[in-house]
């Protein structure tokens, strides 16, 4: 929904809650879609969400706890009442009220569990860890079975009545619940009546194991255009179903904190104008000092070299400059290495490869900046010696930062280390202080100091 | 798959080409899923690619062109035979088609059009840009009408035999050809036979105008949890139908634009591997020029305070390590801005909401590096009124970063300007020439220079 319309409805909402009038509220947020009931909802302080929550058809909770961001839901749960919290988890996904299960408190989630109709679909979620396949999967799935015709299969999904997302794929198990085909609706309602579904069913399925990284289950799906995928254990017993609604929101989540990382700040758990600057800062001191301990390495390279400097200010003039660039071209391959990585383009194994790569585009590179550098230190300063110092250095310090640029997130994919991690500022700091060096050595060569 | 699975069948396909048996060839490919296909077909060189394509069954050659990227295929079809792009095209889906007949010239794509049996479903798509909602739908889709009964509709599709992705949603259209609403398969299963499709459809549903930027339309698609979203013209008449496996691929290829623009790269083609090193540095030795010549203003400003520098050599001791921590603080800064802008946390018209975010943000922090910057100048050189000197200039650059990282993106948004563009390298550039004009002042002021 468009904001000025939003903000038109806000305040409709805003005057109903200070009217005190929470069913026309209620009913304000009722009539939305989920995601635009999220967003309305989340405009609202802290105080008006736990009086709204219960006031609401539960359905319409549940969707809108389902939107928001798990450290604001556990909040808003943990000021409602364990009867109103099992209306709400009853209306819920399995996969989301597992979520919701996991971010309470130990006790009250079980009184929930508890309170549940089916806490059976709930429980067996609560085991796998968030950001696993199993933390994504939803156990609401319908399994056919091989021996039933299309006719039954058909009459069964009438009868079993499912939520939009899990009817699209229909997967088929044998009599010990091993996952042995997928069939979708269309080849059903196309086929015969009486045709028997291992006959319809394509058994060459694709299905992930409930460990797999939820990231690398998204890739899954997104590779093969999958609108589900199965989840199964280490017998290939069918355990749950993954959606590619779910994936969205993986692969968005996946590429925001790969972005956070590069700009060397860990990714924010809500949205950013809902996070307080006091946690924002949290989020970034940490980097900030790290970097800038690694930067007084700087300042040691330059007392190292405090003598040439004294001799010749000249060359202070050129440093902002040269490391500059080099924090520029090694950006340049960071960025591309990480995001190939990401996408599966490259893998960590291709190491030499992709810096035989890099290495030739830092040579490219590196001449073209080597002359554009010269002409700039020719017109600053008559001084030919110092300017093709300052040209070789940046010929060098190009093909350096090009190198350290594609192999730093290789190697920190290598050893299990986010890549996003290592790129952006934490290159630039390395960079900084070994151009510094080379800078000065080359300088020093040629100008005999 | 994995790569050594991959790896394996490499071997194979290789022998099999270099015994000229071309059909075993193409049956080993066959045998694969398509995004298999392609990554075997890609490592291929040309002159295979081009022998093997003719001889495969179109259905894959279709699946291969349609998961490689724009450019390859271009060069690809040129090499083939009319004959044979025709027999592929075929059996493409219409929106990949239209892709591929945009992409080679307008007298074979002509000449194609004119062998397909039914142009007319690709034809309108040829005048959609690339980027659009209306190039990124495809017109196979069934449009049910309202006095149509559930039996009746069933029966259509029975007799349509959609491919898969089509089938999901079913739009509904009034005698004008106008959207009047959605169902879906199951409702149409579970409904009597009897009923007619007006009281089983949805009449709110969410479309979108042939115009709309892809991104826009996969933003809302992702956002409401669909699986397609129907794409009308201004008067609200059904052109076709996007779906959730081409609105995956748009959001990674809009996610990867992003990273590797904020690296200060333009984003590549196709991949990284596959790129000649001359053609990546095609495409970062533009930036890297301009950021030079960016960075130059840094040499000005030191030229500008030359004389201080001279008295006070110490001073530049502390150049890197002070413009580095400004260079890192506008990065976390614009990161989060970038992300949040791209998945619609923030506007451009918060402009001055996010910027007394950043504000109070750039405070806490620039007090934290204050303090530490301090300490480590106090223990480099006990020169007091250096200290504090080198320790104000943090406070005020970091604040500075904070603010410029936190606008630019967003002036950029709001002048239609891509913001990934002016992030990281372009930030680092202008905050390094006013940091270093900051702290020279600053140090001017304090040591009475």
Redesign the interface.
């Known amino acids: 929904m468009d904001?000025p319309i939003l903000e038109h409805v806000l305040v409709q909402l805003q005057n109903a809650l200070e009217r005190d009038d929470l069913q026309g509220a209620a009913n304000i947020i009722e009539a939305m879609?989920?995601?635009d009931q999220a967003d309305l909802f989340a405009e609202l302080d802290e105080e008006q969400q736990v009086a709204l929550l219960p006031e609401m058809a539960a359905g319409d909770s549940a969707d809108i706890l389902e939107e928001l961001d798990d450290e604001q839901v556990a909040e808003l749960v943990a000021a409602l009442t364990t009867d109103d919290i099992i209306r709400i988890v009853e209306e819920m996904e399995p996969d989301e009220a597992a979520d919701l299960l996991g971010d309470i408190s130990p006790e009250q989630a079980e009184a929930v569990l508890r309170g549940l109709e089916d806490p059976d679909e709930v429980r067996p979620l609560l085991i796998h860890p968030d950001e696993s396949a199993g933390g994504l999967m939803t156990t609401e799935f319908l399994a056919l079975r091989r021996r039933m015709t299309a006719g039954e299969a058909?009459e069964a999904?009438?009868r079993w009545?499912?939520s939009?997302?899990t009817?699209?794929y229909l997967f088929v198990v044998d009599q010990h619940g091993r996952l042995s085909g997928v069939a979708?609706?269309?080849q059903l309602?196309?086929a015969q009546p009486t045709t028997l579904i291992m006959d319809i069913m394509d058994s060459e399925v694709l299905a992930v194991q409930a460990g797999t990284d939820q990231e690398e289950a998204a890739q899954i799906l997104?590779?093969?255009?999958l609108?589900a995928l199965p989840v199964v254990d280490a017998s290939r017993v069918l355990l749950g179903v993954i959606t590619?609604?779910d994936?969205?929101?993986v692969?968005?989540d996946e590429?925001?904190e790969?972005?956070?990382r590069?700009?060397?700040?860990e990714p924010?758990e809500r949205?950013?104008?809902d996070t307080p600057?006091?946690i924002?800062?949290r989020k970034?001191?940490g980097?900030?000092?790290l970097?800038?301990v690694g930067?007084?390495l700087?300042?040691s390279v330059?007392?190292l070299f405090?003598a040439q400097?004294?001799a010749v200010?000249a060359l202070?003039?050129?440093?902002?400059?040269l490391?500059?660039?080099g924090?520029?071209?090694g950006?340049?391959?960071?960025?591309?290495?990480?995001?190939?990585l990401a996408?599966k383009?490259?893998?960590p194994?291709?190491a030499f490869?992709?810096w035989w790569?890099e290495a030739?585009?830092g040579i490219?590179?590196g001449l073209?900046?080597a002359v554009?550098?010269f002409v700039?230190a020719i017109t600053?300063d008559p001084n030919p010696a110092l300017a093709v110092s300052v040209s070789v250095s940046i010929l060098a310090l190009?093909f350096w930062a090009t190198s350290v640029g594609s192999l730093l997130p290789l190697a920190a994919a290598r050893f299990g280390v986010d890549p996003a991690l290592v790129s952006?500022?934490l290159m630039?700091?390395l960079v900084?202080?070994t151009g510094?060096f080379i800078y000065f050595t080359i300088a020093g060569i040629i100008l005999g100091l």
């Open positions: 904001r879609r989920p995601a058909i999904i009438r009545q499912p939009e997302e009817i699209y979708n609706l269309r309602i196309v997104a590779r093969y255009d609108l590619v609604d994936v969205l929101d692969l968005e590429a925001t790969d972005i956070q590069m700009g060397g700040a924010l949205s950013y104008l600057p006091a924002i800062t970034r001191i980097w900030l000092l970097l800038f930067g007084t700087t300042g330059m007392r405090e400097l004294q200010v202070a003039v050129f440093i902002p400059l490391i500059g660039t924090g520029n071209a950006s340049q391959t960071i960025a591309t290495i990480i995001r190939s996408t383009d490259i893998e194994s291709d490869w992709v790569h030739r585009v490219l590179l073209g900046m554009a550098a700039r600053w190009v952006g500022p630039s700091t900084d202080a510094l």
